[in-house]
């Protein structure tokens, strides 16, 4: 079990800085009480991404796998969405991703499901609070 720990707003306004992006607001309150951890959809579970934590301990072990270092990753992997942000990963190639919403500098709060074998997105089912 992966477990999760609060963050600030701080450290998720860095991370969007280093992703370019804006997170949408259901996620960034997901985030500030639970960074990181665990989400279920149908069949799968996925380790959440957190944003870094540097305060020093335990956070910067827990925060080591964080958003901005894991989408860097996915997005070197062949089919990979460029301007997708991996917010979890199921560990057999599959990424949860929030793809840029038609405002610029924005995530769409749809989360969609990248498969690594098909390269391709779909929308999924889930609850920030599950």
């Known amino acids: 079990m992966i477990i999760a720990f609060p963050t600030t707003e701080a450290r ?3 991370a969007e800085r280093d992703l370019g992006v804006k997170l949408p607001g259901e996620y960034r309150l997901r985030l500030m009480a639970r ?4 989400l279920s959809t149908a069949g799968h579970d996925w380790q959440v991404f957190p944003v870094l934590d540097t305060t020093g301990g335990e956070n910067v072990v ?10 860097k990753k996915a997005r070197g992997l062949e089919g990979f969405p460029k301007d ?12 949860l991703v929030l793809m840029p ?3 610029a500098g924005h995530l769409d709060p749809q989360v969609q ?9 779909k929308p999924v089912a889930l609850r920030y609070d599950d």
């Open 12 to 14: 998720i306004a860095a």
């Open 84 to 95: 997708a942000v991996a917010i979890a990963s199921n560990g057999t190639g599959d990424y």
């Open 35 to 38: 960074n990181g951890g665990e």
């Open 101 to 103: 919403a038609r405002s």
């Open 113 to 121: 499901l990248w498969n690594g074998e098909t390269h391709k997105c």
């Open 62 to 71: 827990r925060s080591a796998s964080h958003i901005v270092s894991e989408t």
